[in-house]
């Protein structure tokens, strides 16, 4: 199980960090994506982190202000997200692939239940 945290209310030009902890099992050999998901939206790729967390991947949109790291053994990813602003409001999930961390959310194994980040203007 996953277990997204850090989620909250926060102005715009805030940073803010989400965790997301594994429990029941152990998620360090697998690659872990951050998706979010807006009202009315669809599911939107964040980026993702290799197993060893030395490699990441963020699509264009995303690049410059979200970073991913992972502490496996705390067997927890976090995604540092600077300068919010009130389009990033939505809920973030967090996901493990063991093989992959692309875009596709169809390819992941195993979902959070997401944690809302809502920045005002």
């Known amino acids: 199980q996953l277990v997204e945290s850090g989620g909250g209310l926060v102005q715009a030009g805030d940073s803010l960090r989400l965790s997301c902890t594994a429990s029941?099992?152990?998620?360090?050999?697998?690659?872990m994506g951050w998706f979010r998901q807006a009202p009315g939206q669809e599911r939107e790729f964040v980026g993702g982190i290799s197993w060893r967390g030395d490699s990441t991947y963020y699509p264009d949109s995303m690049k410059g202000r979200f970073t991913i790291s992972r502490d496996n053994a705390k067997n927890t990813v976090y995604l540092q997200m600077n300068s919010l602003k009130p389009e990033d409001t939505a809920v973030y999930y967090c996901a493990a692939d063991y093989t992959d961390y692309g875009e596709d959310p169809n390819q992941y194994d195993y979902w959070g239940q997401g944690t809302q980040v809502t920045v005002s203007s």
């Open positions: 029941g099992r152990t998620f360090s050999h697998f690659c």
